[in-house]
C-alpha cells in the first residue's frame, strides 16, 4: 500500500484553530519534506519531544511527528528553539541595533572614509580619530599624535609589520583609552610613523588604529548595515554598573542625562514625557524624557513594549539566532593571534581569507592571484599600508563566494604581501577580505561569538 503523502497526512491532523495574530511573511515559510518526498510549506512554531507544530500558509496548524519528516527537517527541529518563533511573531520590527542596545551593548555611529572605519574616542584625555581595524594584530599610535597629546614614545626599537613592508615602532604608556564608557587605564601601546614614506605635507586620516585585542575585550559587534560599533563597558577597566561582580545582567543599558549624570538600567514603562527605569539592583527611577540627549532620547521615544517583549521572552537568543531569522549567513571564523580568518573560494578554489576592515579594499598577494586565474595586469599601480608603499597590480577576480554570497567580475589590487621568504603557502591566506566587500554583503562581524555574517541583498 502507498503511503499517504505528507500534504494528506498534515491534512488528517489540522484542528480548528484561530489565525496567526501576525501575519507571517513568505520569506518565514520553509519547505518541509515528508519521508517520502513531499513538499509542504510551513513555519515552525513549536515542538514537544515527539511531534513539531507547524504553521501552514492557510493560517490553520498541524501536529506532525519527527518520522514523518525528513532528516534535514528533523536536524533543524531539534535545533530549534522557541524564542526564535516568539521573535519572529512578536519581536521581528526590532532593528540589529535595538536588539543589541536592549542587551546592555553601548553603540557608536561609524563614518566611512573611504570604506575603513572611524569612531571618535579620547586618547590620555585628548580626542583621537580611531580606526577600527580587524586586520590589525595589535594596536598602534601615530608618533605625532602621541606626542602631542603629551605621550612619551620610547626607543623605536621594535619592528611592525604591515601591507607595505615593515616600520620601526616603540612602546608608548598610556594612561587612559577611552571609547564612550568603555575606559582602559595603563596600557603600552606600540607607536609608529604611520605615514612612512608618503610625500610630505601629507596628513594621517587616524591618530591611532584600534586593533583586534580591544574588540575581543569588549566582545564588540561591528554592524555594516547599522553603520554602528557596539561595545560591552562593562568589559573595560571601569565597570560604573557593577556588572562584573555579577549584580547586573547585559540587559541593563547605559543612559547618559543632558546634566553628565551616568545610570545604568532598563526602561520597564513609559509615558509619552516620563520613562521609569529599573536600575542595577533593582531600584526603580522615573525621569523625565527631556532630561537626555542624543542617542539616549531617540532610544527612550523609540521605546516599546515589543522590546520589553523582547527583554523578557528573547533574552536568551544569541547574536546568531538573531541574524540568522534574518536570513543571514554565518560563518565561524578561526582566530590566528589576533587576526580573524574565514574559508571560501577564489575562482572555484578553496581559499582562506583575512577579514579586515582597515583595508579599504580587498587586496590579493600576487602569487596567489596568479595561481588561481585572476587576470592579472602589469605592476603599475601602487598599495599603501603601515610600512610604506609596494607595487601592485590591477586584478580581475571571476568569481569569489563565502557561503552562499557570490561576488563576480571584481577588480582588486594584487601585490607581495610576504614577509621574507615566506610564500604565499606559508602565509596561509590569499589575501585581504576588505571593506568594499563588507560593506557590499552587509557584513556583521561578532567577537563573542566569533562569527562573521554577511547578506546578498
Given amino acids: 500500500m502507498k503511503p499517504p503523502g505528507l500534504a494528506t497526512f498534515l491534512l488528517g491532523l489540522l484542528f480548528s484553530t484561530p489565525l496567526f495574530a501576525q501575519k507571517v511573511p513568505d520569506s518565514e515559510y520553509r519547505d518541509f519534506t515528508g519521508a517520502n518526498g513531499r513538499i509542504i510549506q510551513a513555519v515552525l512554531i513549536d515542538k514537544t519531544d515527539t511531534e513539531a507544530v507547524l504553521l501552514l500558509r492557510n493560517g490553520q496548524r498541524a501536529n506532525v511527528p519527527f518520522d514523518k519528516l525528513g532528516p534535514q527537517d528533523q536536524a ?48 590620555n584625555g585628548k580626542p583621537a580619530r580611531l580606526l577600527i581595524d580587524t586586520g590589525a594584530g595589535t594596536s598602534l599610535l601615530h608618533i605625532p599624535y602621541a606626542e602631542s597629546v603629551g605621550l612619551q614614545v620610547g626607543p623605536l626599537d621594535e619592528k611592525i609589520y604591515g601591507v607595505g613592508g615593515e616600520a620601526p615602532a616603540g612602546w608608548t604608556p598610556v594612561p587612559a583609552i577611552q571609547l564612550g564608557e568603555a575606559v582602559f587605564k595603563d596600557r603600552r601601546i606600540l607607536a609608529t610613523d604611520l605615514l612612512k614614506d608618503k610625500p610630505a605635507g601629507t596628513k594621517s586620516r587616524e591618530d591611532a588604529i584600534l586593533g583586534a585585542e580591544f574588540m575581543n575585550k569588549l566582545d ?96 536568551a537568543l544569541t547574536v546568531q539566532e538573531i541574524l540568522t531569522l534574518r536570513k543571514y549567513q554565518s560563518f565561524q571564523f578561526e582566530r590566528r593571534g589576533n587576526h580573524i580568518f574565514v574559508d571560501g573560494t577564489l575562482n572555484g578554489h578553496d581559499a582562506t581569507y583575512m577579514i579586515d576592515t582597515g583595508a579599504d579594499g580587498t587586496l590579493l598577494h600576487i602569487d596567489a592571484a596568479k595561481k588561481y586565474e585572476c587576470q592579472v595586469g602589469p605592476m603599475d599601480q601602487e598599495v599603501w599600508g603601515i610600512g ?3 607595487p601592485a597590480a590591477v586584478s580581475v577576480i571571476p568569481k569569489l563566494t563565502m557561503g552562499e554570497a557570490t561576488l563576480t567580475n571584481r577588480k582588486v589590487l594584487a601585490s607581495d604581501m610576504t614577509r621574507g621568504e615566506e610564500s604565499h603557502e606559508e602565509m596561509g591566506f590569499v589575501g585581504l577580505f576588505g571593506a568594499d566587500f563588507m560593506r557590499e554583503l552587509d557584513a556583521v562581524i561578532t567577537y563573542t561569538e566569533n562569527r562573521i555574517f554577511l547578506i546578498q541583498r
Fill in 76 to 123: 533543524y527541529i531539534k535545533s530549534w528553539r522557541k524564542e526564535q518563533a516568539v521573535f519572529l511573531q512578536k519581536c521581528r520590527g526590532l532593528t540589529i541595533r535595538q536588539c543589541l542596545e536592549l542587551r546592555g551593548y553601548e553603540s557608536f555611529p561609524f563614518r566611512f572614509e573611504s570604506n575603513s572605519i572611524f569612531v571618535d574616542g579620547k586618547i
Fill in 220 to 315: 564588540a559587534v561591528i554592524s555594516y548595515p547599522d553603520r554602528r560599533i557596539f561595545l560591552r563597558p562593562d568589559k573595560s577597566d571601569q565597570d560604573e554598573a557593577g556588572l562584573a561582580d555579577g549584580s547586573g545582567s547585559t540587559d541593563f543599558r547605559i543612559f547618559k542625562t543632558k546634566d553628565g549624570k551616568t545610570l545604568r538600567g532598563k526602561v520597564v514603562s513609559k509615558t509619552p514625557t516620563v520613562a521609569t527605569f529599573q536600575l542595577v539592583g533593582g531600584k526603580p527611577l522615573q525621569m523625565p524624557i527631556s532630561n537626555f540627549g542624543g542617542d539616549d532620547e531617540i532610544y527612550l521615544k523609540n521605546w516599546s513594549e515589543e522590546g520589553a517583549f523582547f527583554l523578557q521572552h528573547c533574552q
Fill in 388 to 390: 610604506g608603499k609596494r
